[in-house]
């Protein structure tokens, strides 16, 4: 199998297409359950996963084949949002440990 060259393009492409899917950023899993492990490694080298999370919605627009209606962006509970930007502050590196990364998520979404 030809090794995949990730770059701005084919990582906006690809991931676009699994937000389509998902209605939301997908997981790492859930990346290498669809044999896109590598997808996850290429967000960090150009951008970090937070900046391509931030980019879901435009995605799941532009993924959105034409003459489709694009996919209904629904607001995440609370704690569920907590709970996915905590899973980045600890995919990220941040310091501290699991309950660090939900007390700085919860003063982030709260600030925002």
Do not use: K
Request: aromatic residues 6%.
């Amino acid at each position: 199998m030809a090794r995949r060259i990730w770059d701005e393009e084919t990582i906006g492409h690809t991931l676009g297409g699994v937000i389509a899917e998902l209605g939301r950023m997908p997981t790492r899993t859930e990346l290498e359950e669809r044999g896109l492990s590598s997808l996850w490694s290429a967000m960090r080298r150009n951008g970090g996963t937070r900046f391509w999370a931030a980019q879901a919605t435009a995605l799941a627009v532009a993924a959105t084949p034409v003459g489709m209606a694009p996919p209904v962006v629904v607001e995440e509970p609370v704690e569920e949002r907590i709970r996915l930007r905590a899973y980045f502050l600890a995919i990220e590196g941040a310091p501290g440990g699991p309950e660090a990364h939900w007390l700085r998520a919860e003063r982030e979404l709260v600030a925002s």
